[in-house]
Structure formats: C-alpha cells, structure tokens
C-alpha cells in the first residue's frame, strides 16, 4: 500500500522560496510505472495540478503554464522522495499542497499525502 | 487548457435520497473522467475512475455515467458519512484539470 507523507513549513515569506518534500513508502520514486504529482488548493483557484516528475530511462518534468518559470520538481532516490520548490512567492501562492501519485497511464491521482497549509505573509 | 464545470455548486439532501451531480467539460475527454470525494480537512479520494468504474473499497451506491463532454456522478441513496465536496477530474490531456466541486450538505 502506497503512502505519502509530506514535510514542510507552513509560512513563507514573499519572494522566497517555498519548499515542500514527499517521502514514499510501498513504491519508488525511480518506478517506471508511477507519476509522482504536485498539487495545489485554494479557495480562489481550485484544485490546480503543478507539475509532476517520472522515470522512463530518464527523468521527466512538466510543469502547468501558470508557475513555469518559477517551480523545479526533483526527485531524490536516495530518500525514495520528491520535492516541490516555488520561487518568488506571493500570497496568492497561499494554499493547500498535495503531493500525489499517478498509475502511469491511469491519469488517477492516488494516494494524495496528507496535505499541508502554506501562508505566504510577512 | 480542458475546462471542467459542475452543477450545481451545493446542494443539500436528506438521507436515503437520490443525489446527482453533473460535470461538463469544454472538449470532448472520451472516458477520461474521474470523481472525488473530499471530506472536510482531508486530502481528496478517488471515488470513480474512467467515468464508471468503482474504486476499490467505495461503496455501490456511488456510481457514474457519461461519455464525451457530460458526465454524471449519482448517489443512489445518501448517507450521513457522504457529507463532502465531490470533484471532477479529466485525464484526458496534460494539465489534469478538476471541477469546482460541489459540496454536498445533509438536511
């Protein structure tokens, strides 16, 4: 049974830079089976999908046009972990993030971790 | 970008009625819908995948319709413990995109 849980802190400052990670348990990150997901939720955008990254022989990303040029999903193989980094926060980045896993070929997003509450404030 | 959208945004039931929820999305998505049900400060769960298929686990009264553009989320028999937001998800096209939800009250 798949489980992922994430860490992080919950309160950025704007313009630094947000930081999330999401241990896996019952699977690998290098599978070349599974998409490994980040997602977000807000009262004024809804649930928004991010980006993901999988292994296919090599390491893949895509990222949603709205935070391009500002996020990096890495994996790490050594911790069987992946990771969500935002840069130039505002507050409209304040939300609820959720990593979570796809069947590849499914386009199904679970498990979801547990989410956790970021604030972008000073 | 597929739009999703969903009818109605609330709706309120009491137990043992039939409760449907329709979603809509902006370009055809053949069987690439999904629903999920998200209890208040929890994570989403998949309830339904591929338009009609039953996650393991999820009880039959839960079932979904549809193909194309409309689809159709349906309680045959509302429960206490189906107070929640229900989303749709299309899995037809890179970004995945959810339904606002509706959010689903107990009278």
């Known amino acids: 049974q798949v489980q992922l849980q994430q860490s992080g802190p919950g309160l950025v400052k704007p313009s630094q830079t947000l930081s999330l990670t999401c241990a896996i348990s019952g699977d690998s990150v290098s599978s070349n089976s599974a998409v490994w997901n980040w997602i977000r939720q807000s009262p004024s955008r809804g649930l928004e999908w991010l980006g993901r990254?999988?292994?296919?022989?090599?390491?893949?990303?895509e990222y949603a046009v709205s935070v391009k040029s500002r996020i990096s999903i890495n994996p790490d193989t050594s911790k069987n972990q992946f990771s969500l980094q935002l840069n130039s926060v505002t507050p409209e980045d304040t939300a609820v993030y959720y990593c979570?896993?796809?069947?590849?070929?499914?386009?199904?997003?679970?498990?979801w971790g547990q989410g956790t509450l970021v604030t972008v404030s000073s | 970008d597929i739009q999703m959208t969903q009818s109605p945004s609330s709706l309120s039931a009491s137990v043992g009625d039939r409760v449907t929820i329709t979603c809509r999305s902006s370009q055809s998505i053949s069987s690439y819908l999904n629903w999920y049900q998200q209890k208040p400060g929890k994570a989403p769960k998949v309830l339904i995948y591929?338009?009609?298929s039953l996650q393991s686990g999820v009880p039959s009264r839960f079932s979904g319709s549809g193909s194309g553009t409309d689809f159709t989320l349906t309680i045959s028999s509302l429960q206490p413990e189906d107070l929640a937001t229900f989303y749709c998800q299309q899995s037809y096209s890179i970004p995945f995109t959810f339904g606002p939800g509706t959010k689903v009250d107990i009278k």
């Open positions: 990254t999988y292994y296919r022989s090599k390491w893949y990303n």
């Open positions: 591929a338009v009609s």
């Open positions: 979570a896993k796809v069947r590849s070929g499914s386009g199904v997003f679970d498990p």
